[in-house]
């Protein structure tokens, strides 16, 4: 091909013109690598001592529902159809265990999402051999009492599994749940110091503990405190006439200074017997309904633990000054996204 002096004029008029037209065009960004969304977990857990520990470790790092409403009788506890939604998009699934929440464990289970697991923490704090039966949990029914959270050393094993499975699971984070961890272990070591302080301040032959349902069993062992009864029968009915009497006479012969009703189970018959034994009656105490609402600073596992020794602990006699250097607030800073069902 042969290239005339035209040809070559114009070609480099055109390179001319177009490097012109460039020249005042900003030169064109270089593409941004955009970085995915952190994947923040989905996390379930039932009553609501459960899901204040699990909010306790896993603080503003997860997204945390319960499922159990506070004020409903949590072993009989049904849930509703829109629960199994809430169940199906959790990543983990905490439960007491120890036949606590039946219905719920069955519907977790039908809906649990590929990927996710449900963990019990009961199963994995004690052994079978360590299983307590009492007057609301007979033997012979095969279901152990499962409040194990009162005991606060228990509740620390159930601290220390969580932990466990949220670093598993989001191990980028393993060192917020580490730490907070470690500072809840903290709190639970002082309130075990304080309880330690305040138990034998009551007289040895008052530390007995009749209450409506048991829910003590685990803490009066730890702790050298003898539960002499519960009123609730295993099937969450009222007790017989020959109950009552039996337990009004043991009132009487045992000098219990006080009995212990509860904010979930009203009963007059527990008015009746403290009226006719001669003793205290109490009905304040819960079993697992955190005190004030969410968001408070008490609204936690150890406002209740506080709560509810701050009750027992003088009326029996003794002196609960001791449990003023527990700090009840959360272990974390920040708003965590925690949800309890009202």
Same mark, same amino acid.
């Given at each position: 091909?042969? &290239?005339?002096?035209?040809c070559? #004029?114009?070609?480099i008029?055109?390179?001319?013109?177009?490097?012109?037209?460039?020249?005042?065009?900003p030169?064109?960004?270089? $593409?941004?690598?955009?970085?995915?969304e952190?994947? %923040?977990?989905?996390v379930?857990?039932?009553? #609501? $001592?459960?899901?204040?520990?699990?909010?306790?470790?896993?603080?503003?790092?997860?997204?945390?529902?319960?499922?159990?409403?506070?004020?409903? /009788?949590?072993h009989t506890?049904?849930?509703?159809p #829109?629960?199994?939604v809430t169940?199906?998009?959790?990543?983990?699934?905490?439960?007491?265990?120890?036949?606590?929440e039946?219905?719920?464990?069955?519907?977790?289970?039908?809906?649990?999402? $590929?990927?996710?697991?449900?963990?019990?923490?009961?199963e994995?704090?004690?052994?079978r051999?360590?299983?307590? &039966?009492?007057?609301?949990?007979?033997?012979?029914?095969?279901?152990?009492n499962p409040?194990l959270?009162?005991?606060?050393?228990?509740?620390?094993?159930?601290?220390?599994? %969580?932990?466990?499975?949220?670093?598993?699971?989001?191990?980028? /984070?393993?060192?917020?749940?580490?730490?907070?961890?470690?500072?809840?272990?903290?709190?639970?070591?002082?309130l075990d110091?304080a309880?330690?302080?305040?138990? $034998?301040?009551?007289p040895a032959d008052?530390?007995?503990?009749?209450?409506?349902?048991?829910?003590w069993?685990? &803490?009066?062992?730890?702790?050298?405190?003898?539960?002499?009864?519960?009123?609730q029968?295993?099937d &969450?009915?009222e007790?017989?006439?020959?109950?009552?009497?039996?337990?009004?006479?043991?009132?009487?012969?045992? /000098?219990?200074?006080?009995?212990?009703?509860?904010?979930?189970?009203?009963?007059?018959?527990?008015?009746?017997?403290?009226a006719?034994?001669?003793?205290?009656?109490?009905?304040?105490?819960?079993?697992?309904?955190?005190?004030?609402?969410?968001g408070?600073?008490?609204?936690?596992?150890?406002?209740?633990e506080?709560? /509810?020794?701050?009750?027992?602990?003088?009326?029996l006699?003794?002196?609960?000054?001791?449990?003023?250097t527990?700090?009840i607030?959360?272990v974390?800073?920040?708003?965590?996204?925690?949800?309890?069902?009202?």
């Open positions: 091909m042969v &290239f005339t002096k035209t070559i #004029s114009v070609a008029t055109l390179a001319i013109l177009s490097a012109v037209a460039c020249a005042g065009q030169p064109a960004a270089a $593409p941004v690598a955009t970085q995915p952190p994947t %923040v977990l989905n379930v857990a039932t009553v #609501s $001592p459960i899901t204040s520990i699990v909010e306790n470790i896993g603080g503003t790092r997860i997204h945390l529902q319960g499922v159990v409403p506070e004020g409903v /009788n949590s506890f049904e849930p509703a #829109s629960v199994a169940l199906s998009g959790a990543d983990l699934i905490f439960l007491n265990g120890l036949f606590l039946e219905p719920t464990l069955a519907m977790a289970k039908a809906n649990l999402k $590929p990927g996710a697991s449900i963990v019990s923490l009961g994995q704090t004690i052994t051999d360590q299983w307590q &039966f009492d007057f609301s949990f007979p033997e012979e029914d095969g279901h152990p409040h959270w009162p005991d606060p050393i228990l509740t620390l094993r159930y601290a220390e599994i %969580v932990r466990e499975n949220l670093a598993a699971r989001d191990p980028d /984070n393993a060192d917020y749940y580490q730490a907070n961890y470690d500072e809840f272990a903290a709190r639970i070591a002082t110091e309880i330690k302080i305040a138990i $034998p301040t009551i008052q530390r007995k503990l009749l209450t409506y349902h048991d829910s069993a685990y &803490f009066a062992d730890r702790y050298g405190v003898e539960v002499v009864g519960a009123i029968p295993s &969450f009915s007790p017989s006439a020959r109950d009552v009497a039996d337990l009004i006479t043991q009132i009487k012969e045992e /000098n219990i200074p006080a009995v212990f009703g509860s904010e979930v189970f009203p009963s007059d018959v527990m008015r009746t017997i403290a006719e034994s001669g003793a205290s009656y109490i009905d304040e105490l819960s079993d697992d309904d955190l005190p004030g609402v969410p408070d600073p008490d609204h936690s596992y150890l406002g209740l506080i709560a /509810n020794l701050r009750i027992i602990i003088p009326a006699g003794g002196d609960a000054s001791a449990l003023d527990v700090d607030s959360p974390f800073d920040g708003e965590s996204n925690a949800v309890y069902p009202q």
